[in-house]
């Protein structure tokens, strides 16, 4: 052990405070400082079966009564840990107890990040919040453990030691040499201290293999070397050093992932395996322990890597046999995804046919499926075909990803095969999964529905409890899902909610970050920017700490994020969120998450002035769902409206009006609003308002689109000549976007939503702080001087004569009557002057007029 006493000191220093994390990666040696630097203390090392209250706090009453903390009269001697604190009274039982402690006490938790169970963390951070002045805790763990360590620190409460802290110093790197029997020169310990930059491990890997060598001169400078050479070199010369007992040990166990004393005696056909392996960690930097009781192990990645490559060089006529020996060990034990994968390693396909079919449901619900159709693809087709219960089971797979074509053949190749009697119930339960599956994709609530009955109804026969609540958890979240394709808001926000109490109480963690991530879309679309996307940051929070940051489904949690972002005028989040959406999406088949992500791609391009690029979006998306069937039921207009918007900010107004046309049985509330913006370009308000004054009295539209329509209704009053109107329809917008804060819809109507806003608050309104914050937004927007481009081509005599009329309250209608031509001539010339104008509407064109001088200034 070399001492290391700027550490030491560290440690010592923080236990005067009431809390010391020291958080480092394996191999930095967390454990070791703080053992030599606290002679005194309560130590629970935490393992993974003490992740829950009861016995977390029971170990830490034991260790306080060890460490001789706890005086025979002390509440702490009588108080015994809660086995179901559902009153949350053990928590402050326990603060007391220690408060009246006659000196303090260091309790130490090693390998804090194992606890993961909201009940201990809770109580932890109770804990952590109320620390008395008599307990001084430290904490070690490989990760910031989700703890309120920010309130800690700003409270002045915490000490915190991290890696870098913890990396050697050239000195020390130079005992810890030393104390393997090593003296080097100086330049040969910089040289080491540089390439490990002061890893524990790396040093102790390089002191190992230096032990015995006549040239250490030679060993530095080619461990000076390319990264992988030096590391495999590196590891050869530990290995070969090795007896050939303990040297064939190596290789066997190299073949899996971790390694545990059982294991590896069914891989070595011996009795010693948990001794070698606890040997090994004791004595070598490149074994490592997994969990808080040193029953699971790992080698280290490099070493890993090198010893399974010399294991197929070496034992290439044995490795089938291994492969099959941890198979079995693993199914035996319901670890189905080892099992498959060491199965397919050994050619055992009846082996890997019956894991798979016997776990299905279980490898879904965990998030498996794409990995088990990976494996599965080494195994010979006709041998999967032949068996109905894994093709169903490669169907739900391909469901799981939207590769409907492939669970469509994997379905057939179900329904044909035979399925013995006895399995015939878990043949049946997947086959209906896959048709909950494929009324998911498909948007269709009542077939969900259907599917969902019949699979909670086969799994009745025959599941346990526990099944049938993680059977429910998966059933509410595809249901919810489903509903929010089919636009049923309310009832998709019921099953998903469902579907993250469920989730969390089963530990379906896969189940909990899909559910989050709908759920955060379902927010948003309901409530715009109101809500605080806490389901979207939890997803994506749940996904990063199980390693799935990159998993399809947080594709949805990103889209809501940045749909959140966008309504909320910050477009570079917005920006960030929609391509970290994109990315996950692109590993799914997934028709819905497609719209949503180009639908709003194509409104942000419109939104920053590059309405082309937009339509270029719906272009690619239309193209790559062609051969994908009908569009949904919701797509055709959505994107005929979104089109069509675009087409009018580009000036294509006749491109526009039959974009329209070819939806004109849609009646949804996006086609007419686009209808309404068609007729405010063509200078046309009164239809634009005869459009939108029924839909502004629909109550029950959903916040966001209430807002939209409102505020486009208070422009088609104004550019009509009711200003009354406009002021109550702008009144009745800002009312609700001061509670959902949803502020795009007033900036995108540009400068005369800027007039109408400017004129609210002379007229007076509810809302000034508001409209403040939307004028400044339009002000941001503006550019920083104006320049007015000409016109490139001029106005014919006709179209002077329309413009005159441009700037008063006559309609169309009228402005032709005045000029004795037809109203369909009006509004040809309109689309010309705005054409050459480069405007989409009545009052731009007014605007750009009167800045060119072919209209006088306002008085």
């Known amino acids: 052990m070399v001492e290391r006493p700027r550490l030491t000191q560290r440690v010592q220093a923080g236990i005067q405070r009431p809390v010391t994390l020291v958080c480092a990666p394996a ?72 408060a009246a402690l006659p000196e303090p006490v260091v309790l130490v938790l090693d390998d804090v990040h194992v606890l993961r169970s909201r009940g201990c963390l809770a109580q932890l951070a109770f804990l952590l919040l109320h620390t008395p002045d008599t307990l001084r805790l430290v904490m070690t763990a490989r990760s910031d453990p989700p703890l309120p360590l920010h309130v800690l620190r700003v409270r002045g409460r915490l000490e915190e030691i991290r890696a870098t802290d913890l990396a050697f ?35 102790r890997l390089a002191a190992l293999s230096l032990q015995g060598r006549d040239d250490p001169a030679t060993f530095v400078a080619e461990f000076a070397g390319d990264d992988r050479v030096v590391a495999d070199y590196l590891l050869a010369e530990v290995l070969d050093r090795q007896p050939p007992k303990l040297r064939a040990f190596l290789l066997r166990t190299s073949l899996v992932d971790r390694i545990c004393g059982s294991l590896a005696d069914a891989l070595t056909g011996d009795t010693h395996g948990a001794d070698t392996l606890a040997m090994l960690e004791r004595t070598n930097g490149f074994v490592l322990g997994v969990d808080g009781h040193r029953e699971w192990f790992r080698y280290h990645r490099l070493f890993g890597k090198l010893l399974r490559t010399r294991a197929e060089r070496e034992l290439h006529a044995k490795l089938a046999t291994l492969h099959a020996r941890a198979a079995r060990w693993y199914a035996e034990r319901c670890a189905a995804v080892e099992a498959l994968e060491h199965a397919v390693l050994a050619g055992e396909h009846d082996l890997a046919v019956e894991v798979v ?119 509410h979240a595809m249901l919810g899902e489903t509903a929010l394709w089919a636009h049923d808001l309310e009832r998709a926000g019921q099953e998903l909610h469902k579907a993250v109490a469920g989730a969390r109480a089963h530990q379906l963690d896969y189940v909990a970050v899909s559910a989050l991530s709908y759920l955060a879309l379902h927010d948003v679309m309901l409530h715009g920017p109101a809500d605080d996307q806490g389901h ?24 809501a994020l940045a749909l959140h972002a966008f309504y909320d005028l910050r477009p570079a989040d917005a920006a960030e969120h929609l391509e970290r959406a994109r990315g996950a999406a692109a590993r799914l088949r997934r028709r819905q998450l497609d719209f949503v992500i180009a639908h709003l791609d194509a409104r942000m391009h419109g939104a920053g002035g590059e309405p082309k690029l937009g339509i270029r979006v719906l272009d690619d998306y239309e193209a790559l769902h062609r051969h994908h069937g009908p569009p949904l039921v919701y797509e055709r207009g959505a994107v005929a409206a979104m089109r069509a918007r675009l087409q009018i900010q580009d000036g294509a107004l006749e491109e526009a009006a039959l974009t329209l046309a070819s939806v004109e049985d849609d009646r949804s509330m996006a086609v007419t ?22 839909a502004g009295d629909q ?155 072919l209209l006088s200034s306002r008085r």
């Open 27 to 98: 191999g930095s040696g967390k454990t070791a400082l703080v053992a030599t630097s606290v002679e005194r203390a309560a130590w629970v090392t935490l393992e993974a079966t003490e992740d829950e209250p009861g016995r977390l706090w029971d170990a830490v009453l034991t260790a306080l009564d060890l460490a001789g903390a706890v005086p025979p009269d002390s509440a702490l001697a009588g108080l015994a840990a809660p086995v179901n604190d559902s009153r949350d009274t053990f928590m402050p039982l326990l603060v007391n107890a220690l």
């Open 169 to 203: 110093t050239r000195d020390e790197a130079k005992a810890l040499l030393e104390a393997h029997g090593l003296t080097l020169e100086d330049e040969l310990i910089e040289a080491l201290h540089t390439r490990t930059e002061g890893w524990g491990a790396g040093l």
């Open 357 to 475: 079919a016997a776990h299905w449901f279980d490898l879904y619900v965990r998030g498996d499926a794409a990995a088990v159709r990976e494996l599965l693809t080494k195994v010979p087709a006709e041998r999967l075909e032949r068996d109905a219960e894994l093709s169903a089971a490669l169907a739900c797979a391909a469901l799981d990803v939207g590769d409907t074509d492939s669970a469509e053949l994997h379905m057939a190749h179900a329904e044909q095969a035979d399925h013995p009697d006895s399995r015939r119930r878990r043949y049946l339960e997947t086959m209906a999964l896959a048709g909950l599956g494929i009324a998911r994709l498909e948007g269709d609530f009542d077939a969900a529905l259907r599917a969902a009955d019949a699979l909670l109804a086969e799994a009745a026969t025959h599941a346990g409890p526990e099944e049938d609540g993680a059977r429910e958890a998966l059933v």
């Open 536 to 559: 979207g940051q939890q997803a994506i929070e749940l996904a990063a700490r199980r390693g799935w940051c990159k998993i399809p489904q947080t594709a949805c949690a990103h889209a």
């Open 673 to 694: 609003a686009a209808d309404a913006r068609l007729a405010l370009a063509s200078g046309d308000p009164a239809e634009a308002v005869e459009l939108l004054e029924p």
């Open 699 to 853: 109550l029950a539209m959903h916040a966001v689109t209430r807002v939209e329509t409102l505020v486009l209704l208070a422009i088609s009053y104004h550019e009509n000549g009711e200003p009354g109107r406009a002021t109550r329809a702008l009144e009745d917008a800002l009312a609700l976007a001061e509670g959902n804060r949803h502020r795009w819809p007033f900036l995108e109507l540009g400068r005369p939503m800027e007039e109408l806003l400017r004129h609210q608050i002379r007229a007076g309104t509810a809302h000034r702080a508001l409209v403040g914050e939307l004028l400044d937004a339009f002000a941001d927007r503006a550019p920083a001087t104006r320049h007015v481009a000409p016109l490139l081509e001029p106005l014919s005599e006709r179209e002077q004569a329309i413009l005159r009329y441009l700037p008063t309250a006559l309609s169309n209608r009228e402005i032709a009557a005045e000029l004795f031509v037809t109203t369909n001539t009006v509004k040809t010339h309109l689309r010309s002057i705005y054409r050459k104008l480069d405007v989409a509407r009545r009052r731009e064109a007014v605007e750009r007029a009167r800045d060119l001088r």
